[in-house]
């Protein structure tokens, strides 16, 4: 971890020195490949390095990055992914899980907040059925999973783009669109289905506890 992080910090140093169109064009490899989800955190910073070593010799040389990268710089991208020996090839599973453990902490810590907020102005129920919260856990988990991919996805879609503001909107527009279905379905869920299983009731003060102490554990598991 110690090396990973001397690695991103003579990244950042070193591109600087990198003329506009230069680090443009590095900053779109260095978002590629922080989010290929298939390359060790190491690895990867040693790749970017090697990238960026090319280009600052090129830049001294007056060759454009174009020229070293054939026009072609997600396939060059490609091409160094796909010579990593496989053992070099792992999910981030941490980075994953703290994600994940993020997300369904700020949720946790919503749900207390409006437990707290709300009977001050309405009554409500804060009663639930273990079946429901299995139910809305396990559809949490494959929503927050499958949405990490499919951002990660729509972000590096839209790099190496010659117009990459348009590029850039339309990765966000389909990102909104996935988040409301996703949040559409684990509301119906909560409203809709039957109260079933065996009933208790949690108290706001439980939400926000539950939700602070997995944004901990979230934290951890990503250092």
């Known amino acids: 971890m110690e090396m990973t992080k001397v690695l991103i910090q003579e990244n950042n140093d070193k591109r600087e020195l990198l003329t506009d169109d230069n680090k443009k064009v590095y900053e779109d490899f260095l978002v590629y490949l922080r989010t290929d989800l298939r390359i060790d955190e190491y690895q990867g910073e040693e790749i970017l390095m090697e990238i960026l070593h090319h280009l600052l010799e090129a830049q001294a040389d ?31 599973t941490g980075f994953i899980v703290g994600q994940f453990l993020d997300i369904v902490a ?8 409006l437990n707290f907020v709300l009977p001050y102005f309405t009554e409500i129920d804060t009663s639930v059925g273990l079946g429901n919260i299995m139910l809305l856990g396990i559809l949490i988990t494959i ?18 783009k010659e117009n990459p503001k348009k590029a ?16 559409g379905i684990i509301m119906s869920a909560a409203v809709f289905v039957p109260e079933f299983g065996p009933v208790i009731n949690v108290e706001w003060w439980i939400y926000i506890a539950g939700g602070l102490v997995l944004y901990v554990i979230g934290k951890l598991i990503k250092k």
């Not at 700020?106 to 907040?113: D, K």
């Not at 999973?145 to 790099?159: C, G, T």
Request: positive net charge.
């Open 62 to 92: 007056g060759v454009a990055a174009d020229e070293i990268f054939s026009n072609d710089p997600k396939g060059f991208a490609d091409e160094l992914i796909a010579e990593l020996p496989s053992e070099k090839k792992r999910g981030r």
């Open 143 to 160: 929503i927050v999973l499958a949405a990490i991919r499919v951002i990660f996805n729509l972000i590096r879609q839209s790099l190496f």
């Open 168 to 183: 850039e909107r339309m990765a966000m527009m389909k990102a909104a669109v996935y988040g409301m279905v996703g949040f």
């Open 106 to 113: 700020f949720l946790l810590i919503v749900q207390g907040i």
